[in-house]
């Protein structure tokens, strides 16, 4: 929903831009100061040294800032009387539109009825009585970039002010109710200012038990999946079912057999191991997240090809050191520490000794870091979501502690940016962080982050909620998921990042889907 103030030389106060209010749920996280990521994405066998911003599809790069902002001035300030009032149109008593209108207003309508400019829309009366409620001791408060995003509360119509003001105050957004009621002076919205962030917490938290039957539609639609690895995970996770019979039936799936497909006599694929994306270390990622079972013999011997490789001396012989840091990929051991563990090989010393090098390996700040260039500082996100994803599974399946601790250290690290956003600013670190992806590879995103998170009972951590309210932002109106990029090429395509496996190229995504549901349960 867009609302422009008309350039009036009248209001000579009035920055002339005009503001922008967007809150369709389709809408993305800003971009924020777009950071290259230093790895060689497109290099088929390469290591992640270096990164190039290729993501897949047309959806890799995020719409602009969302939420309300001046266009043509730095920031914005609260003004103590409207400048412009954008009032509601009176409606005729008469008119086609009369009883719902008037059931939203709550009074008799009277007077002109000038409503036909406006589209008709599906409204959900117990569900706008219920924030209407909660909304009615709110005040205007400060806002982060991604509350703009959230879609699913707002004030639908509502006149907005923005005054001139010297550079650099505080961006603020004058909201005045539209209902024509009293609008907060100075002095309410100091009073309120400091429970602003708890009541938008409490706000959000009603509608999202109001919406949750989408989450409902979303389970049904994954219950008809083709994917048995798919309904048997929506009916554990989702419906607390202890025993789905479709956890036998995993392998007779279509992606799962896929995956599985022109393995050869040495458990690999007939290319490299780490073969983007046809390699076994990849394949073996979404077999686990499919649900294969423990001791499966095909992925085990699989296993055997990825562990040889990260074991051998020549993989070893290339950890370098720089400055006291390890410099090194820790997706790569960190994906196939979580995999071996899955299939039940967490004895094999081999994955001991995988477990034990990312320990050794953990940056100070709790991450990892493949670039020689870095200066120590901060680590990689991207090469430290998979680290502690792996050292989590190896801590469930053995009980060491060490893993354990490693991986909270990566939490911790991952929880003080809010999973996304840079600590001096605020902003997003990069873009594709807040899109969301599957399979995410060696990637990180905020989906996959809260997933991980959340095996570790940490999804609803006070410091998450930005990214749970993020994922929630981005569901469709049927309650479904779609995937905001790819980091992969369809099945039969030329050059490198071809996968296997078609996980869906346009609208609901299955596995986006069901891993936001999961997070979603595991925050409440």
């Not at 599906?122 to 703009?148: F, I, K």
């Not at 991952?414 to 899109?435: D, K, M």
């Not at 399979?439 to 951590?461: I, K, N, T």
């Not at 049927?478 to 346009?506: F, I, L, Q, T």
Request: with cysteine.
């Amino acid at each position: 929903m867009d609302l422009r103030v008309a350039d009036d030389a009248s209001f000579p106060d009035l920055v002339l831009a005009g503001l922008e209010l967007r809150l369709d749920e389709h809408e993305r996280i800003p971009a924020g100061r777009q950071q290259r990521q230093d790895r060689r994405e497109r290099e088929a066998h390469a290591d992640e040294g270096d990164v190039a911003d290729d993501e897949i599809g047309p959806e890799r790069k995020l719409a602009k800032v969302a939420g309300v902002r001046p266009l043509e001035h730095g920031h914005a300030r609260v003004g103590t009387k409207p400048r412009v009032q954008l009032a509601v149109a009176d409606v005729d008593c008469e008119h086609t539109r009369h009883a719902v209108l008037q059931q939203i207003v709550g009074k008799a309508a009277g007077g002109r009825a000038d409503v036909d400019a406006v589209a008709p829309v599906e409204l959900d009366l117990e569900l706008l009585e219920r924030v209407r409620e909660l909304l009615t001791a709110s005040g205007d408060e400060a806002r982060q970039p991604v509350d703009g995003e959230l879609g699913v509360v707002g004030d639908l119509v509502a006149g907005l002010v923005v005054a001139g003001h010297e550079p650099r105050e505080h961006e603020r957004l004058g909201l005045r109710a539209a209902l024509r009621e009293t609008a907060l002076d100075e002095q309410d919205v100091e009073s309120l200012l400091h429970r602003a962030q708890g009541s938008r917490r409490r706000c959000y938290k009603t509608v999202m038990e109001l919406q949750a039957g989408r989450g409902g539609s979303a389970i049904e639609w994954l219950l008809t999946s083709a994917e048995p690895g798919v309904v048997f995970q929506a009916k554990r996770d989702l419906l607390g079912q202890h025993d789905p019979p479709e956890a036998a039936r995993v392998l007779e799936g279509p992606w799962v057999r896929a995956l599985l497909d022109g393995q050869q006599a040495d458990g690999g694929f007939g290319v490299n191991v780490y073969g983007k994306w046809r390699g076994a270390h990849w394949r073996l990622v979404s077999l686990v997240e499919l649900g294969v079972p423990a001791g499966e013999p095909r992925c085990v011997a699989a296993a055997e090809t990825v562990l040889a490789w990260l074991t051998g001396k020549s993989h070893r012989s290339g950890v370098k050191t720089i400055d006291g840091l390890v410099r090194q990929c820790g997706s790569q051991e960190g994906n196939a520490l979580a995999v071996c563990c899955r299939l039940g090989l967490a004895e094999d010393p081999r994955v001991r000794l995988l477990s034990e090098s990312l320990i050794e390996w953990q940056w100070p700040d709790g991450g990892w870091n493949c670039d020689p260039r870095a200066t120590g500082r901060r680590s990689s996100f991207h090469e430290s979501l998979a680290p502690m994803w792996g050292l989590h599974e190896y801590w469930a399946a053995t009980g060491e502690d060490a893993a354990r601790e490693a991986a909270s250290r990566t939490a911790e690290l991952f929880l003080e940016h809010r999973l996304f956003r840079a600590l001096a600013t605020g902003e997003p670190i990069h873009p594709s962080f807040v899109a969301l992806h599957y399979p995410p590879y060696w990637h990180y995103d905020v989906l996959q982050a809260l997933l991980v998170l959340s095996r570790m009972g940490l999804a609803h951590d006070p410091r998450a909620q930005d990214a749970v309210e993020l994922v929630e932002q981005r569901r469709l109106p049927d309650g479904r998921w779609p995937a905001g990029g790819r980091w992969w090429k369809p099945p039969g395509s030329k050059g490198s990042n071809v996968e296997v496996v078609d996980w869906g190229r346009s609208g609901p995504n299955e596995m986006v889907t069901l891993n936001a549901l999961r997070v979603l349960n595991a925050a409440k």
